[in-house]
C-alpha cells in the first residue's frame, strides 16, 4: 500500500501562488507516476498534471499549462504543484494521486489517492 499526504492549501487572492505538497509513504518502490487532480464543488475529479517519477516527464491538463510547475524530490518521496497566477475558477480540493503504471489525466489511471488539500481563490 501507499500512503499520500498533502499539505500547502489555502485561501488566496486572484493573481496569487500556492505550493501545494505531497508526500508518499509505505511501499513506494514501484510507484511510476504521481500527480495531481481538483474536484470542485459539484463538478467531477479533473486530471491537473503528472509527473514521471522514473524519467521526470510530466503532463498538463490545458486550463493551467503555463502557470502551475509539477516537480518531485526522489530523495523525500514528495512532489510538488507549483501554482502561480492563481484564478477563482482554480478554486477546488486538490489531491494527490500515486500509481504502478503509466502516466495521464484520467481518474483511473491511478490507484492511490490522498485525502486533499483545499485551495480556494477569491477575486
Known amino acids: 500500500q501507499v500512503q499520500l499526504v498533502e499539505s500547502g492549501g489555502g485561501s488566496v487572492q486572484a493573481g496569487g501562488s500556492l505550493r501545494l505538497s505531497c508526500a508518499a509513504s509505505g511501499y513506494t518502490d514501484n510507484i511510476n507516476c504521481m500527480g495531481w487532480f481538483l474536484q470542485a464543488p459539484g463538478k467531477e475529479r479533473e486530471g491537473v498534471a503528472f509527473?514521471?517519477?522514473?524519467?521526470?516527464?510530466?503532463g498538463y491538463t490545458r486550463s493551467v499549462k503555463g502557470r502551475f510547475t509539477i516537480s518531485q524530490d526522489n530523495t523525500k518521496n514528495t512532489v510538488y504543484l507549483q501554482m502561480n497566477s492563481l484564478k477563482p475558477e482554480d478554486t477546488a480540493m486538490y489531491y494527490c494521486?500515486?500509481?504502478?503504471?503509466?502516466?495521464?489525466?484520467?481518474?483511473?489511471?491511478?490507484?492511490?489517492w490522498g485525502q486533499g488539500t483545499q485551495v480556494t481563490v477569491s477575486s
Open positions: 494521486v500515486a500509481d504502478d503504471r503509466w502516466c495521464g489525466l484520467s481518474a483511473a489511471d491511478f490507484a492511490y
Open positions: 509527473i514521471n517519477t522514473r524519467d521526470g516527464g510530466t
